[in-house]
């Protein structure tokens, strides 16, 4: 076991960041937490996690963005809310993760083959083409991007899938694409303005 | 009584048996129900990650389409469409400032969004608009001697607990007993079952539906009755994988609209009995 | 850059509940705005409409009345005849043409001291709003077309007795 | 609207002065310009600013003024009246000025701590003295009114703060009246085994103060009673008391509990609320061996006779002395006192609020105060730990803060569960040998010897898990969870998730208000905080008074509280009574009103507004007069009265009239 340096230099925080995630929309409670750790305890993937929920929501309003944005937990998340009923705070912490995530996609820190991430932009792009999702071509496309072997071992379970009557292959689409393109594109645009008068 | 539903992406791929039994016997009841036109996908929990205001916009369509065709309320049958839209009529209300964008966006092409549309639940729908004594005159096939489980999954009573407790749900546990059943006490009700991790990342998902197809079979449940087509996929779709995992466990998974269809006497043909991996056939022949 | 106009707003705080309320904002160093004047009564019901009306004819924008609860009220009844007296000249005020929040009663509690900030925050912005009511100014121009109808009076009466007399 | 302003020449000479205080008013008022300002305004003869005016200086300088300059009129800008006008007062005084022709100016409390502008906050300031200034020529010379105090007190609520405030009351020698709502004195701390740091035995240290109180000459004890009704004012309450029936005469009971035995019912029955129902009791019952009065009483739901009258009695066959009375009715008795205590305690968080928990669906979940029971040697199992199924728990989990320091539910902390967390980890260690996991947030142990006590329970080898736990449940994952109670908790000093199963879970439920606080509180006249506790008049200075004279408070009524702090208050509380009685009278502030009867025409219309009755109609005259005794100052009447003829002291309308005025020149 390699030995590591562990301790955390003032200057790797980056408060900036701290005080982006409190500005966020869910982020309003983040500093009230008092640690006590009823999330990490609700949550039924902590287990799994590197940071428990707990521990992220420390590391957050303290600023470690690295060890935050590159962290496993918040791709873990499966958006269960149990966390967000029992915080005895009422901090959205569901809402946390998911601006994280954003977060982290914008800064292109997540892990790369990790297929959720993935998955999260293969569903947006999908939805900009058709408007609706098929859920037959997403997991194909997710798994043939991230992991052949993988793929392969789902062939039993498209077998069953066949057999009653819940596989479909034809990707569904609605009627006014154009309709739906023009509002994500109303907003992209208003996201370029703000951003070129926040730079002015 | 009339409504617009809001199917979902997975009501017309593998969750097809809780679409077919819901309008089966939303129409045996004499409730009518029209599909929402050009309805788009909500986002459901993956979206939110890649763009909130895009999340909001693309749920904010829906509900503009379902505004300006009537004023009636939105059945969303799936948890995640349910919650979506949900969230998204909240946070609408409570952001002045995403309002804005979202509403400027919808305007751009044409939609008009004003958060007055209410968005219902089947189960709340049955239980409280139709109520259990109205139902109880619908039974005409009881399914006595079967013992369900009621699973209703997160996203249905958390965060927000519109028309059950988010500890204790009891709406569900009523309607497995109005149709004549026995219904199973356990703990897990609300316990999560993995969602679309699960598929993603089976090594972390399948132990999540593992702890929930085991103990449901502890407490002598012959079947989970459940109301959303991914936990109904993931608790259905992989017990073969689970079986190689950890053990198998075999036990059927249901939607709460096909048992109360079965007990209302509708043929299994309507209601997509056949469409479970793990068949029902043995648990249903003992009624 | 003209100066933004800054109303001027008298109250008048019963000293049980709202004025403690009051002091507490004050302990807990709370920031509201600074336009309004607060006058300390016993009881809400010490209140008098007089006061009110005397207020705003002396240049008031408006004016807030607080007093405790319904069922709080040190003295048992008082805020009941404030609520009755308040009701009855809100609708007299609305007949001068003062209404939508230039008058405005609030109950408030010893422990509100945050009801206090917002009340007064929101007040300030509402009248600021509304502008000023300035009734001096219109009570001056009023008394100046009196003189001028007076005026031209008592002219055409000095024509009217010359011809009488002529 | 007439000018009220009375000419130049024979204006009252009126000094005016400006505090700093420190830099609180100064840092956001230019105290300077406001001095400078008030010297201008007509009749002000002396204008100064000084650091500190509540100061010894600061009011040495009023009166030396006042004699130099031959003041008629003081008006000082500074804090609350609330807090100095007294103080003021008294130093006009000390100059030969009558205290009533002193006004105060709020500019500390309402100007500089809740503004951020200077210039608009000297603005406010000037247009205020200007109000005051403008007020302070029409004060008239008043005196204090004086009114006698009645001797006796009323104790109200029998716990262990009643109990202690009764027992010094009386020890003082006053005539003390306590009432208690239950059937026995001795509140919660009654149903405590050990008492937390020093483990001494809650009835031990407890018992003694209760039969001194039944023993005590000038302590009469009204339990099973309630005060359904309190008139009158400081010094002098009219209190009236309903004393519900226990169909036992109280003088004749001497509680033997024979007729206990005797019943009609063989075994005890009915769930026991002095034991948290754990117990069972019949019909005819007492909460416990050392109740106080020791007499039995009758439960009218259960009790056949009271219920249906066809019974054999056999109780009251077996009572040698002929107490039982089956028509008793209830009593309602008038009490005259001079100052009522408040000690009406607290009521436990109810675990049923947090359903993860499971309180109520499994067996094996019990609140604190149920364990209480369950360890007290008197108690249902005389001590032994043994769960609801008679099986002896191997594993106990304690979780602290149920209820408390959650948004949820209540959002304080209750200061005492982390204590008697610790000691009940204690008693079950050693009456049952258990292993005991205490799962806390913050160990909270701030008192004399209360670090120690947790060092000890350290060292006894208690589990102490850092986390709030998410449920308690009964699926198993691990066959040794099977049949156990698990709790999910995050170690979060060891940053990971643990499992715990244990066999009996305690609910460490914290303290909140009693269920009736609101109604009790609206009956007395004082406040309460938002969360629902009484009111304190000041949190650090004034902590057992209330904004309203004659009454006080002590123990959990105020805030969550042990046992040293609550019987330190009680304590308090009784000087403060003391203190009041003692002096003999009361001076009250002379804001009374008066009718001028010449300009009164009779019409009668403030009659009816007085909650006091203080106006009665003088027939003969055909004027209305106000009774200055029973007038408490409110000024309804003042402000109701058509023709302006009733002035209400300190509060004219020509003061107010000239304060509107001074605001908005």
Same mark, same amino acid.
């Given at each position: 076991m390699p030995l590591e340096q562990k301790v955390k230099y003032?200057?790797?925080?980056?408060r900036e960041f701290a005080q982006w995630v409190v500005g966020?929309?869910?982020?309003?409670?983040?500093?009230?937490?008092?640690?006590?750790?009823i999330c990490s305890a609700a949550c039924p993937l902590s287990l799994y996690m590197d940071y428990t929920p707990r521990r992220i929501i420390n590391l957050a309003r303290e600023g470690f963005k690295k060890e935050v944005l590159s962290s496993f937990t918040i791709w873990l998340c499966?958006?269960?809310?149990a966390c967000r009923v029992e915080c005895p705070k009422e901090i959205h912490i569901t809402d946390i993760m998911y601006l994280l995530k954003r977060r982290a996609i914008e800064e292109g820190v997540y892990p790369r083959s990790f297929p959720i991430p993935v998955l999260a932009r293969e569903f947006g792009r999908m939805i900009f083409m058709f408007?609706?999702?098929n859920e037959t071509l997403l997991v194909t496309d997710l798994f043939l991007r991230t992991n052949w072997f993988k793929f392969l071992g789902m062939i039993g379970l498209g077998l069953n899938l066949m057999r009653t009557g819940r596989m479909s292959f034809l990707p569904d689409t609605i009627k006014r694409r154009g309709e739906l393109r023009k509002v994500l594109d109303a907003l992209d645009a208003e996201e370029k303005k703000e951003k070129k008068e926040a730079l002015s | 009584m009339k409504y617009l539903y809001f199917p979902g992406c997975s009501l017309k791929g593998t969750g097809r048996a809780y679409e077919e039994s819901f309008l089966a016997v939303f129409k045996a009841l004499g409730l009518e129900v029209r599909e929402l036109e050009d309805w788009n996908c909500c986002?459901?929990?993956? !979206?939110m990650s890649v763009d909130e205001t895009k999340s909001y916009a693309l749920a904010g369509r829906n509900l503009a389409i379902a505004e300006r065709s009537s004023d009636l309320d939105v059945i969303a049958p799936c948890s995640a469409c349910y919650l979506v839209l949900n969230k998204t009529q909240k946070g609408l209300k409570e952001n002045p400032e995403l309002r804005r964008k979202v509403v400027n966006a919808l305007k751009a092409a044409g939609l008009d969004y004003k958060g007055k549309v209410r968005v219902r639940h089947p189960l709340d729908v049955l239980i409280n608009d139709v109520g259990v004594e109205k139902l109880a005159k619908f039974i005409t096939k009881p399914l006595k001697g079967m013992k369900f489980a009621p699973y209703y999954g997160c996203q249905v009573v958390r965060p927000y607990s519109t028309f059950d407790d988010q500890y204790n749900p009891v709406t569900m546990d009523k309607l497995i007993e109005a149709v004549g059943a026995e219904c199973v006490s356990w703990?897990?009700?609300?316990? *999560? *079952?993995?969602?679309?991790?699960?598929?993603?990342?089976p090594e972390v998902g399948l132990r999540l539906a593992y702890i929930l197809i085991k103990e449901a079979k502890k407490r002598g449940a012959g079947a989970i009755v459940t109301l959303c087509p991914l936990c109904q996929f993931n608790l259905d779709g992989y017990q073969d994988k689970i079986a190689s995992k !950890?053990?198998?466990?075999?036990i059927p998974t249901l939607y709460f609209t096909q048992i109360l269809g079965l007990a209302m006497g509708l043929p299994e043909s309507e209601l997509g009995i056949?469409?479970?991996?793990?068949?029902?056939e043995a648990v249903l022949a003992g009624r | 850059m003209n100066e933004q106009f800054e109303p001027k707003i008298v109250a008048f705080f019963c000293n049980w509940c709202t004025y403690t309320a009051a002091d507490l904002a004050g302990v807990s160093r709370l920031k509201y705005a600074p336009n309004v004047r607060v006058i300390r009564v016993m009881?809400?019901?010490?209140?008098?409409?007089q006061f009110v009306l005397d207020a705003f004819a002396r240049g008031a924008d408006g004016v807030l009345l607080g007093g405790c609860h319904p069922g709080d009220c040190h003295y048992a009844e008082g805020n009941y005849k404030t609520l009755r007296r308040m009701r009855m000249l809100e609708r007299m005020l609305k007949g001068m043409g003062i209404y939508d929040g230039r008058f405005r009663l609030e109950w408030i509690s010893g422990a509100e001291g945050d009801k206090v900030k917002t009340v007064i925050n929101d007040m300030t912005k509402k009248v600021r709003a509304l502008g000023p009511l300035d009734l001096p100014g219109h009570f001056r121009d009023w008394d100046k077309e009196l003189e001028e109808l007076e005026a031209h009076v008592n002219k055409d009466s000095k024509k009217a007795e010359a011809t009488h007399a002529g | 609207m007439s000018e009220n302003k009375p000419k130049q020449e024979n204006l009252p000479r009126v000094g005016f002065y400006i505090c700093h205080c420190g830099s609180n008013i100064a840092s956001m008022i230019d105290v300077a310009e406001v001095q400078k300002y008030a010297s201008?305004? @007509?009749? /002000?003869a002396v204008s100064r600013d000084y650091k500190?005016? &509540? $100061?010894d200086p600061g009011q040495e300088m009023i009166a030396k003024d006042i004699r130099e300059h031959k003041l008629e009129r003081l008006v000082v800008a500074a804090c609350s009246p609330n807090l100095h006008e007294e103080t003021f007062r008294k130093a006009a005084a000390r100059g030969?000025?009558?205290?009533?022709y002193f006004q105060m100016v709020?500019?500390? =409390?309402?100007a500089a701590w809740v503004h951020e502008d200077k210039k608009s906050a000297t603005e406010k300031a000037k247009d205020l003295a200007r109000a005051a200034i403008a007020r302070v020529r029409f004060h008239q010379a008043l005196d204090k009114k004086r009114v006698p105090v009645d001797p006796n007190v009323l104790v109200v609520g029998g716990g262990i703060a009643g109990i202690h405030a009764a027992l010094t009351l009386a020890n003082a020698g006053k005539k003390v009246t306590l009432i208690e709502r %239950?059937?026995?004195?001795?509140?919660?701390?009654?149903?405590?085994d050990k008492t937390f740091p020093?483990?001494?035995c809650a009835a031990c240290i407890l018992t003694p103060k209760m039969s001194a109180v039944k023993a005590h000459p000038n302590i009469t004890l009204l339990t099973y009673s309630e005060v359904n009704k309190v008139e009158g004012y400081v010094g002098n309450y009219k209190v009236t008391v309903k004393r519900k029936p226990r169909y036992v005469k109280e003088d004749l009971c /001497?509680?033997?509990? %024979?007729c206990i035995d005797a019943c009609v019912f063989k075994e005890a029955k009915f769930p026991d609320k002095f034991n948290q129902g754990l117990g069972k009791r019949k @019909? /005819?019952?007492?909460?416990?061996?050392?109740?106080?009065?020791k007499v039995v009483l009758l439960d009218p739901e259960t009790c056949i006779e009271l219920k249906t009258?066809? &019974?054999?009695k056999s109780c009251a066959a077996a009572c040698d002395r002929k107490?039982?009375?089956?028509?008793q009715k209830e009593e309602i008795k008038e009490l005259q006192v001079g100052a009522i205590v408040l000690a009406t305690g607290f009521k436990a968080f109810d675990?049923?609020?947090?359903p993860q928990y499971g309180y109520g669906r499994y067996p094996g979940v019990y609140t604190a105060l149920e364990i209480e029971r369950l360890v007290n040697a008197s108690g249902p199992t005389s001590g032994e730990i043994v769960l609801r199924d008679g099986k002896h728990p191997k594993a106990v989990g304690i979780i602290h803060c149920v209820g408390s320091r959650d948004a949820k539910t209540?959002?304080? &902390? $209750?200061?005492v569960c982390c204590m008697y967390s610790l000691k009940l980890a204690h008693l079950i260690k050693e009456h049952s040998g258990a292993e005991v996991y205490n799962f806390y947030i913050d160990m909270r142990a701030?008192?004399?010897a209360y670090e120690e006590f947790y060092d000890k329970l350290l060292g006894e080898g208690v589990h102490f898990i850092r986390g709030r736990v998410d449920e308690v449940t009964d699926?198993?994952?691990? @066959?040794? %969870? =099977?049949?156990k109670l698990v709790l999910r908790v995050e170690d979060t000093l060891a940053g990971f998730v643990r499992r715990i199963p244990v066999d009996m879970v305690v609910l460490s439920t914290g303290l909140e208000p009693q269920a009736d606080a609101q109604e009790v509180r609206r009956r007395f006249n004082i406040g309460c905080g938002s969360e629902g506790f009484f009111q304190e008049r000041?949190?650090?200075?004034?902590? /057992?008074?209330?904004?309203?004279?004659?009454i006080y408070i002590a123990g959990a009524c105020q805030a969550p509280r042990d046992i040293p702090d609550t019987v330190a208050q009680a304590g308090a509380a009784a000087a403060e009574a003391l203190a009041l009685i003692d002096a003999g009278f009361v001076e009250l502030e002379p804001n009374t009103s008066h009718v001028v009867e010449e300009e009164c025409?009779?019409?009668?219309?403030?009659?009816?507004?007085c909650p006091y009755s203080a106006i009665t109609f003088d027939e003969v005259k055909k004027k209305a007069v106000i009774n200055e005794v029973l007038c408490?100052?409110?000024g309804v009447c003042a402000a109701a009265c058509p023709s302006g003829s009733i002035r209400q002291n300190l509060f004219e309308d020509d003061e107010i009239f000239s304060e509107i005025q001074g605001i908005l020149k």
């Open positions: 003032e200057s790797e925080c980056d966020q929309i869910g982020g309003e409670n983040l500093r009230h937490c008092i640690q006590c750790g499966s958006s269960c809310y408007g609706r999702v | 986002g459901a929990t993956a !979206y703990p897990l009700k609300t316990r *999560c *079952c993995g969602g679309s991790l699960t598929g993603t990342l !950890y053990e198998r466990v075999d056949k469409r479970g991996i793990i068949s029902a | 009881c809400s019901g010490r209140v008098d409409p | 201008g305004l @007509p009749g /002000v500190y005016m &509540c $100061s030969g000025l009558n205290p009533f709020n500019i500390r =409390e309402h %239950e059937a026995t004195i001795g509140g919660h701390m009654a149903m405590f020093t483990l001494d /001497v509680g033997c509990m %024979e @019909p /005819v019952y007492i909460d416990f061996p050392q109740a106080t009065p009258g066809k &019974c054999k107490a039982f009375d089956f028509n675990a049923k609020r947090s209540n959002k304080w &902390c $209750s200061r701030p008192g004399k699926w198993a994952m691990t @066959p040794d %969870e =099977e049949g000041h949190p650090k200075l004034a902590p /057992v008074n209330t904004f309203t004279d004659g025409c009779g019409c009668k219309s403030c009659v009816p507004l408490k100052g409110c």
